[in-house]
Protein backbone atom coordinates (compact mmCIF):
# COMPACT_ATOMS: atom_id res chain seq x y z
CA UNK A 1 0.00 0.00 0.00
CA UNK A 2 1.22 3.31 -1.07
CA UNK A 3 2.09 6.41 1.86
CA UNK A 4 1.50 9.31 0.95
CA UNK A 5 4.36 12.15 2.24
CA UNK A 6 3.96 16.22 2.71
CA UNK A 7 7.10 17.77 1.61
CA UNK A 8 7.11 21.61 2.32
CA UNK A 9 9.30 24.54 2.16
CA UNK A 10 10.22 23.98 -1.45
CA UNK A 11 12.24 26.39 -3.28
CA UNK A 12 9.57 27.46 -6.43
CA UNK A 13 12.26 26.32 -8.71
CA UNK A 14 12.42 22.73 -7.88
CA UNK A 15 10.40 20.30 -10.03
CA UNK A 16 8.95 17.33 -9.65
CA UNK A 17 11.97 15.40 -11.28
CA UNK A 18 13.97 16.95 -8.59
CA UNK A 19 11.68 15.38 -5.95
CA UNK A 20 11.87 12.23 -7.77
CA UNK A 21 15.62 11.69 -7.92
CA UNK A 22 16.00 12.74 -3.79
CA UNK A 23 13.11 10.27 -2.94
CA UNK A 24 14.30 7.68 -4.98
CA UNK A 25 17.18 7.26 -2.18
CA UNK A 26 14.76 6.30 0.10
CA UNK A 27 13.05 3.50 -2.03
CA UNK A 28 10.36 3.38 -4.71
CA UNK A 29 8.72 6.59 -5.28
CA UNK A 30 4.83 5.57 -6.87
CA UNK A 31 4.39 9.36 -7.50
CA UNK A 32 4.97 12.44 -7.08
CA UNK A 33 2.62 15.85 -7.01
CA UNK A 34 3.91 19.42 -6.43
CA UNK A 35 1.50 21.68 -5.91
CA UNK A 36 0.54 24.71 -8.40
CA UNK A 37 -1.22 27.68 -8.30
CA UNK A 38 -4.12 26.93 -10.74
CA UNK A 39 -4.19 30.28 -12.28
CA UNK A 40 -0.40 31.17 -12.44
CA UNK A 41 0.92 27.31 -12.57
CA UNK A 42 3.83 28.53 -10.19
CA UNK A 43 4.65 26.21 -7.39
CA UNK A 44 3.30 26.60 -4.20
CA UNK A 45 5.96 25.21 -2.45
CA UNK A 46 4.71 22.13 -1.10
CA UNK A 47 4.59 18.43 -2.64
CA UNK A 48 3.07 15.25 -1.83
CA UNK A 49 5.08 12.17 -2.73
CA UNK A 50 4.04 8.27 -2.54
CA UNK A 51 6.20 6.01 -1.63
CA UNK A 52 5.90 2.49 -1.83
CA UNK A 53 5.68 1.37 1.15
CA UNK A 54 5.70 2.38 5.06
CA UNK A 55 8.88 1.54 5.49
CA UNK A 56 10.40 3.78 2.67
CA UNK A 57 8.09 6.03 3.55
CA UNK A 58 9.40 6.38 7.63
CA UNK A 59 13.06 6.09 5.96
CA UNK A 60 12.35 9.09 3.59
CA UNK A 61 10.96 11.22 6.18
CA UNK A 62 14.04 10.13 8.30
CA UNK A 63 16.63 10.94 6.42
CA UNK A 64 15.28 14.08 4.32
CA UNK A 65 13.03 15.96 6.79
CA UNK A 66 15.61 18.77 8.01
CA UNK A 67 17.87 18.40 4.70
CA UNK A 68 18.32 20.64 2.07
CA UNK A 69 17.44 21.17 -1.51
CA UNK A 70 18.00 24.65 -3.77
CA UNK A 71 19.11 26.21 -0.37
CA UNK A 72 15.76 25.16 1.37
CA UNK A 73 15.00 23.23 4.82
CA UNK A 74 12.89 20.83 3.83
CA UNK A 75 9.50 19.85 6.00
CA UNK A 76 9.41 15.99 5.35
CA UNK A 77 6.78 14.08 7.09
CA UNK A 78 3.20 11.67 6.99
CA UNK A 79 0.86 13.19 5.41
CA UNK A 80 -2.37 14.21 7.06
CA UNK A 81 -5.76 13.53 5.39
CA UNK A 82 -7.58 16.16 3.51
CA UNK A 83 -10.13 18.21 5.13
CA UNK A 84 -13.40 17.85 4.14
CA UNK A 85 -14.12 21.02 2.60
CA UNK A 86 -17.80 21.12 2.11
CA UNK A 87 -18.86 21.93 5.09
CA UNK A 88 -20.81 25.23 3.69
CA UNK A 89 -18.13 27.25 3.17
CA UNK A 90 -19.05 27.85 -0.99
CA UNK A 91 -22.74 28.64 0.47
CA UNK A 92 -21.47 30.68 2.98
CA UNK A 93 -21.88 33.80 1.38
CA UNK A 94 -25.16 33.22 -0.34
CA UNK A 95 -26.54 32.93 2.59
CA UNK A 96 -25.69 36.46 3.70
CA UNK A 97 -26.63 37.42 0.09
CA UNK A 98 -29.04 40.82 0.01
CA UNK A 99 -30.82 41.29 -3.39
Same mark, same amino acid.
Given at each position: ???? #????? $????????? %??? $????? *? *??????? #?????? *?? &? /??? =?? #??? !??????? /? =? #??? %??? &?? %? !?????????? @?????? &? !? *? &??? @???? !? @? @??
Amino acid at each position: MEVK #IYVGN $LSYTTTEDD %LRT $LFAKA *G *GVASVAL #IKDRDT *GA &S /KGF =AF #IEM !NTQAEAQ /K =A #ISM %LNG &SN %L !NDRELKVNLA @RPREDR &S !N *G &SSN @RNQS !N @R @RY
